[in-house]
């Protein structure tokens, strides 16, 4: 009994270790990207002109925004950063699902690490067009 109620909190420890690792990897990506010149970006295919700041505070957005809920499926569309160390962030818009519900349309995130290490998740507490709408 007690190692099914233990379940949930390993769980969401290691959903929590596991954002905590996105975010410091991203933040290294930022600097990489600062450092050499090297953000890119494209939207739905085409190329996307991002500054450093911009992809700032973007960071600060995602950040602010917190964990959100794991999610495996690959982007639709949407925005996708690379920062020339290998590694890749993919923004799109989604449908968020609460209590069987739709509720309003938030983010979905990818970051993929140069090793191919991949962290996923989607958040209604920030919208996509709130992040970068005006890009």
């Not at 109620?5 to 596991?18: E, F, T, V």
């Not at 970006?41 to 085409?46: F, V």
């Not at 890749?88 to 938030?106: F, H, M, N, Q, Y």
């Amino acid at each position: 009994m007690l190692v099914s109620a233990l379940i949930p909190l390993i769980l969401a420890s290691r959903m929590s270790h596991r954002h905590h690792t996105y975010m410091l990897e991203l933040s290294g990506s930022l600097v990489y990207a600062r450092d050499h010149g090297s953000l890119s970006a494209t939207r739905n295919g085409e190329p996307l002109q991002v500054t450093s700041s911009q992809a700032s505070r973007l960071y600060e957005e995602l950040a602010d925004a917190g964990m959100g809920n794991p999610r495996s499926e690959e982007p639709t569309g949407g925005i996708c950063l690379t920062f020339g160390d290998g590694s890749s962030l993919s923004l799109w818009a989604v449908p968020i699902t609460k209590g069987g519900r739709a509720s309003d349309e938030g983010v979905a995130v990818r970051y993929i690490r140069a090793d191919g290490w991949t962290f996923c998740y989607d958040t209604d507490r920030v919208r996509y067009d709130d992040l970068v709408g005006t890009w």
